[in-house]
């Protein structure tokens, strides 16, 4: 069965560091997002994104976060200086239509130190 | 305010037994609506869509009123493994984001 990837699967970073999460979603799907979760808090969106572009955005996602499709397999979310409170889990998912199923994977466990 | 309010538990049920899990959500543009099930430290993974007629899949039944703006989970004959927590989630017609409840706990013990 088709899966979202994400690398790295944890990544310790020191405050007012560049960070980069890695995701490959599903082959076919044609909608990606990005999500964090902070540890014992709700499932938070950040960013949707299709045809190159960013279609919808939350007010956690500010000037320090980017997102990009460098290839045509991967999507990338860029935490340009972190913060302490950036720690959390941060998921991607994909889904093959806007309206459909969004399918999340594993996840990458950020702490800022 | 929250946009989708769930009872965090935890619910510790013995195994057999019928659960049921409430949500409600503030925002009366939402459009869809979805349970998803999180184990500890993973990843959502979608349990269930919610439609207005309600439905069924196996052990579970999901129920939505727009008019009270309510969504409600059913699992029947608890196994150990639904031992997870069951995440509300509500969508908007304006957008794609998931906006997700906190989450309610469940152990299901032996």
């Known amino acids: 069965e088709p899966e979202v990837t994400q690398t790295p699967s944890h990544q310790v970073t020191q405050m007012g560091q560049e960070v980069i999460l890695r995701c490959v979603p599903i082959?076919?799907?044609?909608?990606f997002y990005w999500y964090r979760q902070i540890l014992g808090q709700k499932v938070e969106f950040l960013v949707s994104?299709?045809?190159?572009?960013?279609?919808?955005k939350s007010e956690i996602f500010d000037d320090q976060f980017s997102v990009e499709r460098p290839d045509g397999s991967n999507f990338t979310l860029k935490i340009r200086s972190t913060k302490l409170e950036d720690s959390a889990m941060y998921f991607c998912?994909?889904?093959?239509?806007?309206?459909?199923?969004?399918?999340f994977g594993p996840g990458t466990r950020l702490l800022v130190l | 305010r929250k946009e989708v309010e769930q009872d965090p538990g935890p619910f510790n049920v013995p195994e057999g037994a019928t659960v049921a899990f409430n949500c409600t959500y503030s925002?009366?543009?939402?459009?869809?609506f979805f349970w998803y099930r999180q184990d500890c430290r993973k990843e959502p993974k979608l349990l269930m869509s919610?439609?207005?007629s309600g439905n069924e899949d196996g052990r579970f039944t999901a129920q939505l009123n727009r008019a009270s703006q309510y969504i409600s989970l059913l699992i029947r004959d608890s196994k150990l493994s639904d031992s997870a927590t069951y995440l509300c989630?509500?969508?908007?017609?304006?957008?794609?984001?998931?906006?997700f409840g906190k989450g309610t706990s469940l152990l299901v013990t032996p």
């Open positions: 998912a994909s889904s093959g239509q806007g309206g459909e199923t969004q399918y």
């Open positions: 919610v439609y207005s």
């Open positions: 989630v509500a969508r908007s017609n304006s957008g794609y984001a998931l906006n």
């Open positions: 082959s076919n799907h044609l909608y």
């Open positions: 925002n009366s543009a939402s459009q869809s």
């Open positions: 994104f299709y045809n190159n572009e960013i279609s919808e």
